[in-house]
């Protein structure tokens, strides 16, 4: 029952800081408020309220799987994303795509689709925290699969795989679920070899398992890149509409406000899913709706993302500068080229977990991270590192970020 | 596992009604669309994103629970229409308001909180069937409780009660399910007076249960009423603070598409409902949270919601006179003070099932109703009356319900 659930700690993250004003937050998610699309957004909202017609249905009911335009906006936006695959149309169809409350939403509903307690999920080594407390809820067991610069490292998922095998548990794997695009906490990207690889391993172990095990790929900071050039999604992997589950989200690009994210699902999943929604809620809010298709239908949506790519260059670069100028040589991390974050390793001899000196030291100092074990899935076949925090530079001003780093190295 | 969750009607009906835009539906729940405030919401909103500080907030992530103003105008608000009972401002706390995606979203959370699969959740006959939905999703089992013209037959729950206690099943109820306002289907609502003797009933059988049974009271239409004076909710019986979970919506009595609802939870339910938030999205989005709260502070709430009774009032009685006209004398119905739907018995010879000849008719002349069958949770213990339905005044304009009743009245 609900009861099992245990406090998510993004909850108690996000607590700390509107109870704190004063806290320097390099923790949970909240996004950088000044590129917040605000005049933008009233324009639209004023077009939209200012005809009659349009505005009723603004503020109606929708349908459960979501406002039809903005379905078609953004299958056709991933496609664009993907490069347009030749010959995969079929990968990106609107009728597949749902939208939900947030992309979070999303995956709670994929995973209730797919997963019965005691059901296992594959993750990367680490992933997205918030995840971690879904499976926890739903009951679900984890195992993590290491990682390498480029995703996750092709033979210890078949290693994993392969013991599963022997131990009988094949049976209970249902997904395995990568954060492709700027990882959180890694900042990593996925190559697109790595994705096809990944898709190719899953299969080979299906006959064993019974049942598909599907590729569930959270692109979520996929549009928040200022580097680099991102790898197509794993729907451009030949034949693999029917195993790719991709969700991706509004709300980071455009304005957390709004809580307007979506997936596209295999055939065999959309019923299931969308029975779930018309259940949890029978339909996502259609207002934010509304105002996200209308800035993709306008340009705003790409205007305001080059402004917000810009500002997250700016600010990743403010915090490595001040990482480097402020913490011991023996602290390690990468660059980031894109997403929120910057996953830095300390000396081995400082513990970075929530209820360490440390994090009470930086606290006290009134400096906010996520302690690195929180993204690492209870796993009894390895440890978890003990040494390693998730710092991001979202919501933070420059100032902040430089501050806040000044405060952690003096902690160390 | 996700899908064993049957299709929700909901869904399908709704999407009847979008696929087939010169259907007149009588059927499911949206609303009427020329009382959306419009206008005024527009002038709210305009107001909010004028304002570079408000506007970036109202675009930001807020907090799991809700925005804050907003759930204490909601805990003030609820006990004002409650009449602020003296001595009982602790049932009315902001602190245990928690703000959701539609009371739907509230209504699943609340029951994932209690219930585990095999449990039972007592609901009215007939009772609101997208709950119906949510129990069959989480494997709760039902028991149908008799409705008098005041709520629920407390005589017939203290019998329900009995035999749970006497076949042991007693600790595996968790809840009843009262839908205290206009109720849907019904349109009746609870006295104070069943309110009380519910709670004391199920306070007397928990000792047999060894846990707490909590009344659910769903007041999604409390503000939908257009006749009579409604009684005071549950929260207002003395003691009751710590037995129930009263739950609304902003959304019918505002806007659907805001989708904001709201729960005031006792103490225990707190923590587990606020758990679950954090994993299902961590949060409603907070753009509509903030054009709700400017609503109720600014007057434009009360002021709407006058012209949406007097609307609703208007539609209630262009449907019963046409039911007068055009139904034959055996069908029986009862005049609605307040909500959305008038319950129709018609001869018993009718089958009005989903899928009888009767239903298909009606739906080759292009008009949608609920069937009666829908609204009876399964219950061993009974049959379900077959030859009722729900007709819902809410979307259709007052010309379609004539026209819609007069082909009713042509099938039969």
Known sequence: ???????????????????????????????????????????????????????????????????????????????????????QAGSYEARRTVISHGSQQFLYMATEALCDPGDIVLVEDPT????????????VAGRGVRMTRDGIDLGHLEQVLE?????????????????????????????????????????????????PIYLMEDAAYRELGFAGKPAPSALAVKGAVDRVIYLGTYSKPFATGVRVGFGILPEELLTPVLRIKGNHDFGTSNLPQQLVSRSLASGLYEKNLARVQRRYRAKAKAMTDAM???????????????????WAAMPRKVNTGMKSNFFKKVLDRNVLYVPGGLCYVDDPTRAKPGHEMRLSFGAATEDEIREGIRRLGQAI
Chains 1, 2 share one sequence.
Do not use: C
């Open 163 to 211: 013991s599963l095998k022997r131990d009988g548990s094949l049976p209970r794997l249902k997904i395995l679920y990568l954060v492709s695009y700027h990882q959180n906490p890694t900042s990593r990207s996925t190559s697109l070899r790595v994705k096809a690889g990944a898709l190719e391993l899953l299969r080979r172990y299906e006959h064993a398992a019974g049942h």
């Open 1 to 87: 029952m609900g009861r099992r659930t245990a406090e998510p700690p993004i909850s108690w993250l996000m607590r700390i800081k509107l109870e704190r004003p004063r806290l320097i937050s390099l923790a949970a998610g909240f996004t950088d408020s000044p590129t917040l699309p605000v005049a933008g957004s009233r324009r639209l909202l004023n077009e939209l309220l200012g005809d009659a017609t349009l505005g009723q249905a603004a503020l109606q009911y929708g349908s459960t799987a979501g406002d039809d335009t903005l379905r078609k906006l953004t299958a056709r936006r991933i496609r664009q994303l993907d490069g347009s695959p030749r010959g």
């Open 324 to 342: 480097g100028e402020h913490l011991p040589e023996s602290a390690q991390w990468e660059q980031p080229e894109g997403g929120l974050n910057v």
């Open 128 to 139: 997205y925290f918030v995840y971690l407390g879904i499976m926890q809820s739903r009951g």
